[in-house]
């Protein structure tokens, strides 16, 4: 007992502990960062001294779009709105149509190595073609239909969605795939019960997602030509129709985030299914699609 | 021994296993595929509220003759060694690298503020709620359109596009991160008598500095792609040789400056990808 006592009065009085060193890595991302920056800021030839009255222009120009709003042109622009919609999904539905597929073949644990390598090359190419360079050599070709804006958003689409759905099926347990191998399931057996209702949810919410982004993409498009109301909104800017602008950012941005609040809702309800509630502690479904995007994009 | 033998006795008796149920479809799963498959008829459909796409119709438009089709092989590599189109790209890259660093720093603080751990009382955080979900519906060009017409032509108003672009893109997925951490070091933080702010210094902060400095890349990425189009609308950057030689029909010399954004686009994915590796 004595000698407990003595040790307990013995010990020094905690120290703080050292600071951990930071790793090399850290130090050199943040040097190459200063670099980067420094060579951007003075490298750049922008007017900076408007800079300072960028604010007081902007808020100038919110005064013009939103002081001369007409009511009239609503039906028009909802028009504009709903093409853009429009354009989005089906391009959405075509690329999963090619994506999902492909990324069964893409997956290591699925297709043949060589298959998937090939496969996964072709994804990465598809991804460095912004949507936007393509729907530039588009409309000459398919002259003002909607037809370039689509094909733009799905070939747009089919890289990223093909490489996330394929990190997804790889991801898959493979307990339900020996359980059909040991049944005796051919290939097309395996995938429909040991691939498919694992992996269902996730492609799904994973093109669901992907149609949101691609309502902003085809906003996009719509500036460069291809219709909808990003190029409304883009012209009537430029002719000085400000109230025209001004109802038209209403309704890209109400319009977006309607589809973006269902959209997510249909999701949470297909990854997480009914009645399921969020406990404490638990990870937002959301946070778990921006961790799986982070990983792969 | 005759305990050996006992068990394929028991197994013997057993029912001949009937297959289970199939479980019915669920409402939801109904509904959905049916809302999903009208859309898709809607919208392919030709009339006043569909596209009018059809399959043939493109493969008609990409097997005749065009002009933008047969300058594919005549591309014009040498734009690679053309001093302005040289210029454009770094001026891109520029915007690209000020607009991003420029929208990391203020997200970080507005991603912090819009969550329920980081934000100062409750008013503050569903403001800037909304605030981060109008500005993360608007697409970089209309930034940028927005910017070229109060602003003013040129690479100012493509930069400041940008940053408001990252700006909406790091807060949500930043934010997203946030609300998903350990509350463990928190809970230890403000035990030990921690202030609002130093909660954040040493609780959250360093708990989702990889994810935030990952996301920061991402942007980067992000704003590379978008920046081709920043241009079209006058904000300066590639995008401007881009639209030049679209509207003089020269498509040797686009695609040329397409194949030179896709080797940089390219290159500049794979290191912002590997170090992303490095970080997660």
Redesign the interface.
């Known amino acids: 007992m004595t000698a407990t006592a003595t040790r307990v009065q013995a010990a020094p009085t905690p120290s703080r502990p050292a600071r951990p060193r930071r790793s090399l ?1 850290w130090t050199a ?1 943040l040097v190459l ?1 200063a670099v ?2 420094g ?3 003075v ?6 001294e ?2 300072i ?2 604010p007081a ?2 808020w ?2 919110a005064q013009l779009m939103f002081g001369n709003m007409t009511w009239s042109d609503v039906g028009r622009l909802l028009d504009a709105m ?2 853009s919609i ?2 989005a ?2 391009g959405t ?1 075509l690329a999963a149509a090619v994506a999902v597929p492909l990324a069964f073949l893409a997956a290591r644990n699925l297709g043949g190595t060589l298959v998937s390598l090939v496969i996964r090359q072709f994804f990465n190419m598809l ?4 949507e ?2 393509l729907v ?2 588009f409309i ?4 003002l ?3 370039a ?3 733009a958003i799905a070939i747009g689409s089919i890289g990223t969605l093909g490489k996330l759905c394929a990190e997804i099926l790889e991801g898959l347990d493979d307990g339900p795939l020996e359980a059909a191998d040991a049944a005796g399931a051919n290939r097309l057996q395996r995938l429909r019960w040991g691939v498919l209702p694992q992996a269902l949810p996730e492609l799904m919410s994973f093109v669901l997602y992907r149609f949101e982004i691609n309502i ?2 085809s ?2 498009l719509g ?2 030509g291809a219709g909808g109301i ?1 190029g409304t ?2 012209n009537a ?2 002719f000085n129709e400000f109230g025209v602008a001004g109802l038209a ?1 209403i309704i ?2 109400l319009g ?2 309607a589809v ?1 609040m269902i959209s997510g809702w ?1 999701r949470r ?1 297909i990854i997480a299914g ?1 009645r399921s509630e969020r406990r404490h ?1 638990d ?2 479904p ?6 799986a ?3 792969t ?1 | 021994m005759s305990d050996a033998v006992a068990p394929p006795a028991a197994v013997a008796p057993g029912p001949v296993a009937t297959r289970p149920k199939r479980p019915r479809p ?1 409402l ?1 799963a109904v509904v ?1 595929i049916t809302v999903a498959v009208v ?2 008829i ?3 459909w030709d009339w006043e ?6 399959l043939s ?2 493969f008609t ?2 097997t005749n003759n ?4 047969a300058a594919i092989p005549n591309t014009d590599l040498g734009q690679m060694l053309s001093g302005r189109s040289r210029g454009a790209f ?2 891109t ?3 690209a ?2 607009g991003t ?1 420029g929208g990391a720093i203020v997200a970080l603080p507005l991603a912090l503020w819009t969550t329920t751990v980081g934000a100062p009382n409750r008013p503050v955080m569903w403001a800037l709620r909304m605030v981060s ?2 500005m993360r ?6 930034w940028a ?8 032509i ?3 108003s493509g ?2 596009a940008l940053f408001c672009f990252s700006i909406a893109v790091i807060v949500k ?1 930043t934010a ?2 946030v ?2 951490i350990d ?1 463990g070091p928190v809970e230890a933080a403000r035990a030990a008598g921690a202030g609002h702010s130093q909660v954040l210094r040493t609780a959250v902060v360093p708990q989702i500095l990889p ?1 935030y ?3 920061v890349l ?1 942007s980067f ?1 992000l704003n590379l ?2 920046s ?2 920043l241009g ?2 006058g904000a ?1 950057g590639i995008g401007g040789r ?1 639209d030049f030689f ?1 509207n003089q029909g020269r ?1 040797e010399e ?1 695609w040329g400056i ?1 194949v030179m ?2 080797i940089v ?2 290159i500049v ?1 794979q290191i912002s990808s590997a ?2 590796r ?1 970080l ?1």
């Open positions: 890595f991302s960062t980067l920056v060579w951007a800021a490298g750049l030839d922008a007017k900076w408007r800079l009255s960028a222009d902007m100038r120009l709903w093409d429009a354009i999904w089906l539905m991804r460095a073609l912004p936007v360079i530039i050599a000459p070709i398919f002259g239909s909607l037809n804006g689509v094909l902003r993409v906003a996009v500036a460069v990003g909104l883009v800017l430029s950012l890209v941005v977006t985030i973006d249909v309800r009914p502690g990870v937002a959301d946070a778990l699609a921006a961790d995007l982070t990983a994009l | 669920s939801f959905g859309l898709t809607a919208t392919t509220y569909g596209t009018g796409f059809s119709e493109v438009n990409l065009n002009r933008v089709i770094i001026e890259l520029q915007m690298v000020l660093f979900n109008v519906s608007f697409p970089d060009v209309l359109s927005l910017f070229v017409t109060a602003v003013g040129g690479a100012l930069l400041l997925l997203d991160t609300d998903g509350m994810a400095a990952s996301f991402y990425e792609r978008g081709a189009v079209l609308v300066g881009l679209r498509w686009v397409v954004f896709f686009v390219f994915d170090m992303r490095r997660v």
